[in-house]
């Protein structure tokens, strides 16, 4: 939404992490692929984490506590509502934002005069790969 600031070195890292990643990551996972970059202490990750959550270029997947880059940095507030399809299979995490799911919660919120810090839905399921990789070893289930 707003201008892009600079990232510090640390948040710059971690980012190109989970940008590269083909699924999710936890927070240990990206310090592992970032000790050759001299990051050593997990509060290092989860400061930079921290600031790119904020600014909405990574999101959270609750369910499986890890992080994953948005993939339309800009098509979305940080505060809207953003919807996670995430393939137990293969693990890869499909994003989408969709303004009629988005606006109904909000229709719900005034309703209810409830104040929404944010909004995530995590979908789990298989994806289109997986389904058709699967498809014909098993017809009639
Ligand atoms: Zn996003
Ligand atoms: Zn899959």
Same mark, same amino acid.
């Given at each position: ?13 971690? /980012?190109?992490? @989970?940008t590269?990643?083909? &699924? ?7 310090? %592992?692929? /970032?000790? %050759? ?11 930079? /984490?921290?600031? @790119? /959550? ?5 999101h959270?997947? #609750? ?5 994953v880059a948005c993939s339309h940095p800009?098509d ?8 996670f399809?995430?393939? &137990?299979?293969?693990?890869?995490v499909f994003e989408f934002? #969709? ?11 005034? &309703? ?8 995530? @839905? &995590? ?17 009639? %289930?």
């Amino acid at each position: 939404m707003s201008g892009r600031r600079a990232l510090t070195r640390n948040q710059a890292l971690v /980012l190109e992490v @989970l940008t590269r990643a083909d &699924e999710p990551l936890s927070a240990y996972a990206i310090l %592992d692929r /970032l000790r %050759d970059e001299g990051l050593r202490a997990p509060l290092q990750v989860y400061r930079a /984490l921290d600031k @790119l /959550l904020e600014t909405g270029e990574v999101h959270r997947l #609750d369910s499986l506590k890890a992080f994953v880059a948005c993939s339309h940095p800009h098509d979305h507030p940080c505060t809207g509502l953003v919807a996670f399809a995430i393939c &137990e299979s293969c693990a890869r995490v499909f994003e989408f934002s #969709d303004s009629a799911i988005e606006a109904r919660f909000a229709a719900w919120a005034v &309703e209810k005069a409830f104040l929404t810090k944010s909004t995530t @839905l &995590e979908i789990s399921g298989i994806c289109a790969a997986c389904r058709s990789s699967a498809d014909g070893s098993n017809p009639s %289930d």
